[in-house]
């Protein structure tokens, strides 16, 4: 989606009060697809996300927390991968890293990525995220 279309998603979503992907999609020269990947892309989150796409509807909620910025490092895929946490380096009890990621070229794919950690007393943290489009 180009920059002025972003901008005009972002102005009916914030301004007029508008909803539904299927209705945002009429009012611009982009698929119900395009929609949700851009406004997944903008940080909304999404109700109804179901089989069928023309029912999904932007969740509009300040409760919703921005993920955090991830940067993974690693040199050789034997090593044990650096992972910075809004620019804080973790230093001990990563468990677990998963990340899927495949391009959007032949068809929008799901992308995930969670992050497992330990502290010294036993506790799990999960750190994640889920995008469906």
């Keep these: 989606m180009d920059e002025l279309s972003s901008?005009?998603?972002?102005?009916?979503?914030?301004?007029?009060?508008?909803?539904?992907?299927?209705?945002?999609?009429?009012?611009l020269p982009y698929t119900v697809m395009d929609v949700i990947s851009e406004a997944g892309k903008l940080g909304y989150s999404f109700d109804n996300l179901t089989q069928d796409p023309n029912k999904v509807m932007i969740v509009k909620d300040e409760h919703v927390t921005k993920q955090p910025h991830v940067?993974?490092?690693?040199?050789?895929i034997n090593d044990v991968p650096d992972i910075f946490i809004d620019g804080k380096k973790v230093t001990e009890g990563l468990v677990n890293l998963n990340i899927d990621w495949k391009t959007n070229t032949e068809s929008i794919s799901e992308k995930s990525f969670e992050i497992k950690l330990v502290n010294k007393d036993g506790y799990e943290t999960t750190i994640g995220e889920n995008l469906l489009f």
Excluded: C, G, N, P
């Design 7 to 27: 901008k005009y998603l972002t102005q009916m979503i914030e301004k007029d009060h508008i909803y539904s992907v299927l209705e945002l999609a009429e009012h």
């Design 71 to 76: 940067r993974i490092e690693f040199d050789h």
